[in-house]
T-cell receptor, first 112, second 113 residues
């Protein structure tokens, strides 16, 4: 049972490049989330999904897009990366609204 | 706006010292409260949670937290810390069973051997 798996673990982009982060969970969770973690600011919610085929904006959605074509996968896309998107990105999932979050190991992204 | 504050940015303790990390949250209705820990280079893991009932909750590794509703606080405690407790600690609040967990900025704990 792998839990929540994120790929890649590290990535360096140049300004304007695009990329997709993949999150996969094998716990049959309905809810999935993308957070970014910045020093001194804790984790902030980018986008989330309450089920296959659904997505919604979180606290800091600008510059990101997401898709949930399959229940187990939640993709985070950056169409045109900016230095302000340099951060550590965490994916999380949970079974229901009354349960804890399970986190992936994170993706460290640097945009030069 | 919903917000969570943590009193200390960085705490340095010697082994066997007692620990208390403060967490306060803004009013926003029904709350579920969490403490997560992030060991160096690892992902966030749940230490403990409070949903209802006894306001003193016990978690893993000897940690406990007390929910004081009147003070909007959920402070984390451990009677005797170990070097292996060196990590960053995040308080998080889920308001009204919504989708967002509001995280505090984190407190970095360094335990000196």
């Amino acid at each position: 049972n792998a839990g929540v798996t994120q790929t890649p673990k590290f990535r360096v982009l140049k300004t304007g490049q695009s990329m997709t982060l993949l999150c996969a969970q094998d716990m049959n969770h309905e809810y999935m989330y993308w957070y970014r973690q910045d020093p001194g600011m804790g984790l902030r919610l980018i986008h989330y999904s309450v089920g296959e085929g659904t997505t919604a904006k979180g606290e800091v959605p600008d510059g990101y897009n997401v898709s949930r074509l399959k229940k187990q996968n939640f993709l985070l896309g950056l169409e045109s990366a900016a230095p302000s998107q340099t951060s550590v990105y965490f994916c999380a999932s949970r079974r229901s609204t009354n349960e804890k979050l399970f986190f992936g190991s994170g993706t460290q992204l640097s945009v030069l | 706006a919903q917000s969570v504050s943590q009193h200390n940015h960085h705490v340095i303790l010697s082994e066997a010292a007692s620990l208390e990390l403060g967490c306060n949250y803004s009013y926003g209705g029904t709350v579920n409260l969490f403490w997560y820990v992030q060991y160096p280079g690892q992902h966030l893991q749940l230490l403990l949670k409070y949903f209802s009932g006894d306001p003193l909750v016990k978690g893993i590794k000897g940690f406990e937290a007390e929910f004081i509703k009147s003070k909007f606080s959920f402070n984390l405690r451990k009677p005797s810390v170990q070097w292996s407790d060196t990590a960053e600690y995040f308080c998080a609040v889920n308001y009204n069973y919504g989708q967002n967990f509001v995280f505090g900025p984190g407190t970095r704990l360094s335990v000196l051997p």
